[in-house]
């Protein structure tokens, strides 16, 4: 791992502990195993720091979350397939999808959300919804609130599936909870 990848992943473990402003870079620079200099030679500030990594994570989020998509015909199933691989990354990377929720609830939230990468990928995302909700797959509201609300199903099956994990394997909570988070969605 070069680097800049050992301060990323520290500063994910250090942030997601500490929070942000209990979290000197210094400790970011320790925990990585590298000088401060280090540090500042891969990002000018923290918060181009905190920045960078959510914009990593959630690229490194949203390419899981729509592996194999073009494998599935029906819109449903991708659906059910974006659902799917949605909470699987977050059981499978814990410190990750608690540090885009911490970012998600933070005073960083506006300034990253304008990125461009994350725009991209917001858009990416609506023009999926606007698909579903065209060919009368789910409701036909606020695609950006469709999309809160299903990220907030998301993470309390994440969250659910970390309390009680041998309910992963479990197929009839599975088919449950796929149905309540469709029929919270279906028109």
């Given at each position: 791992m070069d680097k800049r990848e050992l301060l990323l992943e520290a500063a994910t473990?250090?942030?997601?502990?500490?929070?942000?402003?209990?979290?000197?870079?210094?400790?970011?620079?320790?925990?990585?195993?590298?000088?401060?200099?280090?540090?500042?030679?891969?990002?000018?500030?923290?918060?181009?720091?905190?920045?960078?990594?959510?914009v990593s994570l959630k690229k490194e989020y949203t390419s899981s979350i729509l592996n194999d998509i073009d494998k599935i015909k029906s819109d449903i199933g991708k659906l059910r397939l974006i659902w799917s691989n949605s909470w699987n990354w977050g059981l499978q990377n814990p410190l990750k999808f608690r540090f885009l929720l911490q970012i998600d609830s933070s005073s960083?939230?506006?300034?990253?959300?304008?990125?461009?990468?994350?725009?991209?990928?917001?858009?990416?995302?609506?023009?999926?919804?606007?698909?579903?909700i065209d060919h009368k797959?789910?409701?036909?509201?606020?695609?950006?609130?469709?999309?809160?609300?299903?990220?907030?199903?998301?993470t309390t099956m994440v969250n659910y599936l970390t309390l009680f994990p041998e309910l992963k394997n479990n197929q009839a909570f599975i088919e449950q909870a796929w149905e309540m988070f469709y029929n919270y969605l279906k028109p």
């Open positions: 473990k250090l942030f997601v502990e500490r929070g942000f402003h209990a979290t000197p870079t210094s400790a970011i620079s320790k925990e990585a195993g590298v000088s401060a200099g280090i540090l500042f030679h891969y990002f000018k500030t923290k918060d181009d720091l905190i920045s960078e990594l959510y960083y939230a506006e300034s990253i959300k304008n990125h461009p990468d994350i725009i991209a990928k917001y858009e990416l995302f609506k023009g999926f919804i606007q698909e579903y797959v789910i409701k036909d509201i606020d695609s950006l609130f469709l999309m809160s609300s299903m990220f907030s199903l998301i």
